[in-house]
């Protein structure tokens, strides 16, 4: 039976025991995906299944599996109508009923890694967090779509209308969390490893002082010293995990096609040192994915959810924003959460919403969809202190495709950074990143031009 929050549960009156927040957004993976089959937390029996051709009821049926691959071989459909055709498939009337069909069009085989679920041995660190802390059963993306689009909705709780497909989403010029929070006198980092959609923002990355606390921090090294140090933690930090291999680093965003096992490795380096430093007293790690990245999920998302910006013009796809993407995975680990599922409704724009409601930010929310999302701001009256110092181990091995690759995010990312550089450079520099540009033709080559194009804007900033 699941253990649902209970009369362990107060609202909390300021000031509030949490001091700091930190997110940590993984890439593309839906709830069931990661934790349908653990227990107490997913519910997966074995019997729900996609048909090939979902409008065929005597079409071939494929039964959601136990045991995923670490890797795939190919990167399921997720963009707008991607999304659209697995939630309605055949028929509005059987919801979730298209993702086998959507990626054996795309793919034409392998429909089964598609229903294929892990099992708890195989994510072993999330599981362990799942069931030690705060577990939303009930967290959905904020749009029915891919990457770009859904991070937005962690920064500025909106897209302006842009849902992506077609790289006309950047530059965004929508005003940010970030600079709710330093106005009211409170510190921020976004620390990157070789991306993030926060460079797209223009107001945000256009400001120099603001600029500077985008940090390129590989591994995460400066930001696990400073824990590890207890000085100078920011009072909102966002993780990105790295998306492309750079070197000897391997991925560990666990965006298809790579493992997703250094991904899982990172994730208990990060709670590991924060549960050992003097921080975890009085902070809030969210981790949670930007989106389902196309894997099935058995839970309709929500529809009649408010449009973030009802007087902009939808592009390039035509779309109310009115509905929420696929469920993903979310859990709020602190000492102050309580053990068990959380079934509150929450999505993407819950993030910013919530750093608004700890703080206790004065300036208005971001966006009507912002003002709408529940938050996570209820933390039990006296901390826990059963909270396990140390996570299970990651399985060695990492398995790599066969050669180099370019996947559509890793293109995508680099799309973006190049729109960066046509905001902000030109000239020589510009006409040399565009050549660079052109010439990328595997993931590893996408990450160092984002690289390169972070690295010479804020030098122009500083200039």
Known sequence: MRRLFGTLLVTMVLPSPIKHIITLMMENHSFDNMLGWLKDIGDLVGTEFNLLNASDPKSTKYFVGAGAPFCMDHDPGHAYSDTTAQIFGGSAKELMSGFVENFHHLHNGQAQNIMNCYTPDQVPVLSALATE?????????????????????????????????????????????????????????????????????????????????????L?????????????????????????????????????????IRPGEAQIKQVYETLRASSYWNDTLLILTYDEHGG???????????????????????????????????????SRWSAKGVDTTQYEGASVPATVRAVFNLSAPPLSPRMAAAATFNKFLATPRTDCPLKLPEVAAGACTPSSPILTAIGSEMADLYLALAKQHLNGPELARLERMHRAISCDEEAGRFRMEVAKMHSAALEA
């Open 133 to 217: 802390f705060s577990c939303g059963t009930r967290y959905f993306a904020s749009f029915p779509g891919p990457t770009a689009p859904n991070r937005m909705f962690m920064h500025t709780a909106t897209t302006l209308g842009y849902d992506g497909g077609q790289y006309d989403g950047y530059p965004l010029p929508a005003r940010s969390i970030y600079e709710d929070l330093f106005d009211e006198g409170h510190s921020f980092e976004i620390r990157w490893q070789d991306f993030t959609t926060a460079h797209g923002i223009t107001p945000l990355s256009s400001n120099a002082t603001l600029n500077k606390r985008i940090i390129q921090d």
């Open 219 to 259: 591994a995460f090294e400066q930001f696990l010293g400073l824990l590890a140090s207890g000085k100078g933690l920011a009072d909102y930090t966002v993780l990105v995990p790295l998306l492309s291999p750079h070197g000897s680093l391997k991925p560990t965003s666990q965006h298809p096609a790579y493992d």
């Open 295 to 333: 894997f099935w999920d058995k839970m309709a998302p929500p529809s009649g959810v408010a449009n973030p910006c009802p007087t902009c013009q939808s592009h390039p796809d035509p779309f109310t924003f009115d509905r929420l993407g696929v469920r993903i995975p979310t859990v709020f680990i």
